[in-house]
């Protein structure tokens, strides 16, 4: 839909050297977040076969190593973007825009893990209280919960809420 007459802005090599810093930068950094990734699945693991069977999950670890892939793949795809801004010509300003939803997603994802924390966290310190402990106590017995589960399943339940989670947030832009 674009006429000749309406031919996309080019950087110039000067502001393109900028480009090419950020690609370097923001690369380095998703291939950090893959890494970190890769050794927290090793460390869950080597957590899941050397504790005692009836040890509950290390759901914490899984979803941190969940959150390391989903920002590993946003900042890859930025990368992607903003080196096109270097290496094509007539279409820096959509590579641009591509780059910049890129880092939007990133940061997305990381507003959602940072208030799901600040959540949690002040969930946890609530019902450690002693007066909102004393709330929640029943009394013993032999029945058992239909929340209990194996790590596996633990595990894979974190995993796939969050990739959900994810999905519907990159599509209902929040």
Avoid: W
Wanted: net charge positive.
């Amino acid at each position: 839909s674009r006429t000749e007459s309406q031919q996309e802005y080019e950087f110039t090599d000067k502001q393109e050297i900028v480009f090419q810093n950020l690609v370097g930068m923001i690369y380095s950094c998703a291939v950090l977040f893959f890494l970190m990734f890769l050794v927290t699945m090793l460390e869950i693991v080597y957590k899941a076969h050397s504790a005692p069977k009836d040890a509950p999950p290390d759901v914490a670890t899984a979803s941190d190593a969940v959150d390391y892939l989903f920002y590993s793949y946003f900042l890859r795809k930025a990368s992607l973007a903003f080196k096109m801004v270097i290496t094509s010509r007539g279409s820096d300003i959509s590579n641009l825009m591509t780059g910049l939803n890129g880092l939007y997603l990133l940061f997305k994802r990381m507003r959602f893990v940072s208030t799901i924390y600040v959540l949690k966290t002040m969930a946890l310190i609530a019902i450690s209280h002693p007066r909102i402990h004393r709330m929640f106590k029943t009394p013993k017995s032999n029945l058992k919960s239909p929340l209990d589960m194996t790590a596996t399943q633990a595990t894979f339940l974190i995993v796939l809420a969050s990739i959900g989670l994810t999905l519907v947030l990159s599509l209902i832009h929040i």
